[in-house]
Nanobody
Framework: QVQLVESGGGLVQAGGSLRLSCAAS????????MGWYRQAPGKQRELVAT???????NYADSVKGRFTISLDNTKNTVYLQMNTLKPEDTAVYYC??????????????WGQGTQVTVSE
């Protein structure tokens, strides 16, 4: 019923920037929150940043001051601006969203993931 499509990953040198996008489409009544998680090889998936429909944001300590999450409600799209990237930011980044669909249910959806690789 709902699809999340991510884009913007790639290879960048340390100190560089990337911008990830995630567009939600389908039977969307409202979006309660959207966010980004990441999973590095051999590690568990971890929260990077979230944003609520109110605009309230939450960041992992490791990315505070370097990453900025934003939400365009008109496009049902969440963005993650990543600056001053470090090799330890290398991971597959997943979009996450809590969406209320037209049938009334509130569900959590995940994107397919996009690879971010930061070289030394």
């Amino acid at each position: 019923q709902v699809q999340l499509v991510e884009s913007g990953g790639g290879l960048v040198q340390a100190g560089g920037s990337l911008r990830l996008s995630c567009a939600a489409s389908g039977s969307i009544f409202s979006i309660n929150a959207m966010g980004w998680y990441r999973q590095a090889p051999g590690k568990q998936r971890e929260l990077v940043a979230t944003i609520a429909d109110s605009g309230s944001t939450n960041y992992a300590d490791s990315v505070k001051g370097r990453f900025t999450i934003s939400l365009d409600n008109t496009k049902n799209t969440v963005y993650l601006q990543m600056n001053t990237l470090k090799p330890e930011d290398t991971a597959v980044y997943y979009c996450n969203s809590k969406i209320r669909v037209f049938s009334g249910g509130l569900y959590t959806y995940w994107g397919q993931g996009t690879q971010v690789t930061v070289s030394e």
